[in-house]
């Protein structure tokens, strides 16, 4: 080989494949995105703010018993100083500094949640629910432009909604173990989520969301007693609460999966497509 065809070579091999550009999400998909985020962290600040008020949870109609709560983020005086803990039935552990007990002012106080993960950051009930409830009505709002959206423009069912070729236990598996082992979709497989994926999305869309907003209205007064069925649908109000409380959790997990997934699979590129709908895949199949 001569040093002409030698030089070829090696350009060629050092060489990078153009990048091609996709359209992934529509601008209706990236603004309810963004406020989703938005509405959800608020929601989850000033929830624990309401929780701070009664940081106990309960089963049943008629729960109020502290010797019986499920869970209980709560604060003990001893001799050597003020304690905190949390306790899910029998089991207890000691949280002093975290939960139950927080540093405030440089001195340890009694608080469920720390101010640094309230809204407001000062015990304030009132203002706490005042944030809650006018981001949840966005949250509502907000959720149903994107499924009427999804809806009336194909994105649900093009998107979201696994095929038959996707849905096979063979392929089920490999998806499983490809996650695992952090072997993210190349080429033409990364132009659509994969059957994790969307599976994991419509759970959140379609399940976890209308839970959390149905728990939220069943512990309102004034949405019983027009909607008196919603108390029984769940058990109670205390139930409600508890149910509340879990989804919140799940929703707080699967974000955390989410940006975990969006940084190791190629966080500019997901990040692009999210801001101005274009995700670049290049010639050879590989994510840029």
Known sequence: MNSRNAMHVSEGATSKPPRQFIRRHSVIVRITHWLNVICLSVLLLSGLQIFNAHPRLYWGKFGADADHALLDIGSQQRADGLHGYVAIGSLRVE?????????????????????WLTIPSYHDLGAGRNWHFTFAWLLVVNGAIYLLHGLLRGHIRRDLLPGADQLTPKHLRQELVDHARLRFAKGDEARRYNALQKLTYLAVALGLLPLMVLTGLTMSPGMDAVFPFLPDLFGGRPSARTLHFITATL????????????????????MRSMVNGRYAIDRSGEVQ
Do not use: K
């Open 95 to 115: 949280t002093t500094g975290v939960l139950g007990v927080s540093r405030e002012a440089g001195q340890l106080a009694p608080r469920a949640f720390p101010e």
């Open 251 to 270: 929703l707080v997990l699967f974000v955390v999966v989410h940006v975990l997934m969006v940084v190791l699979s190629g966080f500019w590129n997901n």
